[in-house]
């Protein structure tokens, strides 16, 4: 028989605090941003399952909410960030743009209405090519507060930031782009020519 074995870990208590003073608390006095780590989080998935033995045969399908892992890297550190009830409507229209239909049966797909809000996912903790990175208190601090700052800029304020920076980067690329071509060679590859009125 083939056990599986989640490798898990709690959030260290300086870390929690850390997020707190960064973040700030919610309305039921939870931090608004907490550190989980991916095998620990689980979160509900309803639809049709296929339950397999250890060869890989079929053993049974089955229309069910499960507890799966919440993310697909689950060996690595995952910021969340509290939203409040009220950003998924109200439970009615939750379960309208939730519910699917298989084999005849009605499930919820992303699970029961989250009536105390729910924590969604802001960031992974990793390097540029994926790498593990460990945890410490000021990191996770740094992307709290970068998140509540950007949180607090307007939006015509932040999407004008970047079309400024994307103008002043196709600016540098076009006259590097002269550059080149004025170095890469003579006018006219240094073939006398002519001009025709």
Not at 56 to 64: F, P, S, W
Not at 122 to 148: K, Y
Not at 169 to 176: G, P
Request: charged residues 30%.
């Amino acid at each position: 028989m083939i056990q599986v074995i989640r490798e898990r870990h709690e959030t260290p208590e300086n870390v929690a605090r850390r997020l707190c003073l960064a973040g700030g608390v919610n309305r039921y006095g939870e931090a608004n941003y907490r550190v989980v780590w991916g095998w620990n989080r689980l979160g509900w998935i309803g639809g049709k399952f296929e339950d397999r033995d250890a060869a890989g045969n079929l053993l049974r399908e089955v229309v069910e909410l499960r507890w799966e892992p919440k993310y697909p890297q689950v060996n690595r550190w995952h910021v969340e960030r509290w939203v409040p009830a009220e950003a998924y409507g109200s439970p009615r229209s939750w379960y309208a743009q939730t519910m699917e239909r298989a084999d005849g049966k009605s499930v919820a797909a992303l699970g029961p209405y989250p009536e105390r809000g729910e924590y969604e996912h802001c960031f992974t903790l990793q390097g540029p090519r994926g790498e593990f990175v460990q945890l410490t208190p000021t990191i996770v601090e740094h992307v709290a507060r970068a998140i509540e700052w950007s949180r607090g800029q307007g939006r015509a304020k932040q999407r004008a930031g970047l079309y400024e920076r994307e103008e002043r980067q196709e600016k540098v690329y076009e006259q590097w782009a002269y550059d080149v071509m004025d170095d890469a060679a003579p006018a006219m590859h240094g073939m006398p020519f002519v001009t025709v009125r």
